[in-house]
């Protein structure tokens, strides 16, 4: 199965900062990875799909980009609202795995 | 737009059978524009997908589970099922039924049910 490694675990970050989470393959997956949003007690949201297509109705703040084994997902400028567990997920081969996970939490 | 409901027991014994249904409203299960998943994340821990059907009752599982898992669906319930056999605390999570875009291969999962917590213990 490829391994998803998600960099950093956690961090803390202030609402306005632009905050970067990196997500690393352990092989080739072209662009098929997609970012999801997880708060607690509820199932994740996707946000972005294809390594950089936003998912419906999901505000313009968030960004991804990469391809091949590096890909890093964006937030412009970080709202209230953001604080969450954010996953990447790969689907270029079966099973489809996800990162770990990195928390985003209030400074 | 689709929307998914687990639902079955939140407590197991060791060594039995954990049995889920999804129910889909919203959406037909026959539209073959989706394949229904389940997936699973242990208490503070990262997600694993389980496995996957499509209407027609063709199924892809993870390996890692293949040997316990089976997955059905009920297209006149609108529903689709997961059982997992010989279940230890390790399979204790919420689990969480998905749908994903049809593909030949995996793909992302848009929407998620809300999970359902089930703990494995006697």
């Known amino acids: 199965a490829i391994r998803m490694t998600q960099s950093p675990s956690s961090f803390s970050a202030s609402t306005g900062d632009r905050v970067t989470i990196t997500c690393r393959a352990s092989?080739?997956?072209?662009?098929?990875l997609a970012w999801y949003q997880q708060k607690p007690g509820k199932a994740p949201k996707l946000l972005i799909y294809?390594?950089?297509t936003l998912q419906s109705g999901v505000p313009s703040r968030f960004s991804g980009s990469g391809s091949g084994t590096d890909f890093t997902l964006t937030i412009s400028c970080l709202q209230s609202e953001d604080f969450a567990t954010y996953y990447c997920?790969?689907?270029?081969?079966?099973?489809?795995?996800f990162g770990q996970g990195t928390k985003v939490e209030i400074k | 737009q689709v929307q998914l409901q687990e639902s079955g027991p939140g407590l197991v014994k060791p060594s039995q059978t954990l049995s889920l249904t999804c129910t889909v409203s919203?959406?037909?299960?026959?539209?073959?524009?989706?394949?229904w998943s389940w997936i699973r994340q242990p208490a503070g821990k990262g997600l694993e997908w389980i496995g996957r059907?499509?209407?027609?009752?063709?199924?892809n599982y993870n390996p890692s589970l293949k040997s316990r898992v089976t997955i059905s669906v009920d297209t006149s319930k609108n529903q689709f099922s997961l059982k997992l056999s010989s279940v230890t605390a390790a399979d204790t999570a919420v689990y969480y039924c998905?749908?994903?875009?049809?593909?030949?291969?995996?793909?992302?999962?848009?929407?998620w049910g809300q999970g359902t917590l089930v703990t494995v213990s006697s």
């Open positions: 059907i499509y209407t027609s009752g063709s199924t």
């Open positions: 294809a390594a950089s």
């Open positions: 998905a749908s994903s875009p049809s593909s030949v291969g995996p793909n992302w999962f848009d929407p």
């Open positions: 092989q080739g997956i072209s662009s098929y």
């Open positions: 997920q790969q689907y270029y081969s079966y099973p489809g795995t």
């Open positions: 919203g959406g037909s299960i026959s539209s073959g524009s989706y394949y």
